[in-house]
């Protein structure tokens, strides 16, 4: 497939412009905080990926009325959607954060075997968890979709393996010279 070079930090800010509108139509406000990661992969699949954690962060993240705080600081908090993308080690993470109702604390072991299960079953139409798609692309990179708890709501993670040293990259070039041991 069409593997690129390119910056994760702007495929978050795509996303947030794509998506910011239809995000304040719901009353929710969407931010991005991203820093310069390089990775390789594909980039239309992972704007894709991301695009399906930003829709359901709107579509399932509004912080429910029975707890919403009556500060009005931390009650814009909760309206607000985060897309991040940093470099961690070896790896680019690329997160949503929504401030709704979240994964139970017990189910969320499950939460993750369960999106596996939705997808296999594939008999919930609409179900929505827009997290199977996510999930294949991230596995498709070498990497894994991590569900966190922010308290309240969810952080869904895009965890994909970062682009090494250019070094790296002449050698992936070249996959016919045998590379010398050093």
């Given at each position: 497939?069409?593997?690129?070079?390119?910056d994760?930090?702007?495929?978050?800010?795509?996303?947030?412009?794509?998506?910011?509108?239809?995000a304040?139509?719901?009353?929710?406000?969407?931010?991005?905080?991203?820093?310069?990661?390089?990775?390789?992969?594909?980039?239309?699949?992972?704007?894709?990926?991301?695009?399906?954690?930003v829709?359901?962060?709107?579509?399932?993240?509004?912080?429910?009325?029975?707890?919403?705080?009556?500060?009005?600081?931390?009650?814009?908090?909760?309206?607000?959607?985060?897309?991040?993308?940093?470099?961690?080690?070896?790896?680019?993470?690329?997160?949503?954060?929504?401030?709704?109702?979240?994964?139970?604390?017990?189910?969320?072991?499950?939460?993750?075997?369960?999106?596996?299960?939705?997808?296999?079953?594939?008999?919930?139409?609409?179900?929505?968890?827009?997290?199977?798609?996510?999930?294949?692309?991230?596995?498709?990179?070498?990497?894994?979709?991590?569900?966190?708890?922010?308290?309240?709501?969810?952080?869904?993670?895009?965890?994909?393996?970062?682009?090494?040293?250019?070094?790296?990259?002449?050698?992936?070039?070249?996959?016919?010279?045998?590379?010398?041991?050093?």
């Amino acid at each position: 497939g069409n593997m690129d070079d390119f910056d994760a930090a702007d495929v978050a800010k795509g996303i947030q412009e794509l998506y910011e509108p239809l995000a304040e139509d719901d009353g929710l406000t969407l931010r991005v905080k991203a820093a310069t990661a390089w990775l390789h992969g594909n980039r239309e699949l992972i704007s894709q990926a991301l695009a399906n954690l930003v829709e359901n962060a709107i579509k399932y993240g509004k912080p429910s009325p029975v707890v919403q705080p009556l500060d009005p600081a931390a009650a814009a908090r909760t309206r607000e959607i985060l897309i991040e993308a940093r470099r961690e080690g070896d790896h680019v993470l690329l997160s949503v954060t929504d401030h709704g109702p979240g994964i139970p604390e017990g189910d969320r072991k499950h939460a993750v075997e369960r999106f596996v299960r939705l997808e296999a079953s594939r008999t919930l139409p609409g179900s929505g968890l827009g997290l199977s798609l996510a999930s294949a692309v991230a596995t498709l990179h070498g990497g894994e979709l991590r569900l966190g708890d922010s308290h309240p709501g969810l952080t869904v993670t895009l965890v994909i393996p970062a682009l090494s040293a250019a070094g790296d990259r002449l050698a992936a070039q070249t996959p016919n010279v045998p590379q010398k041991v050093a």
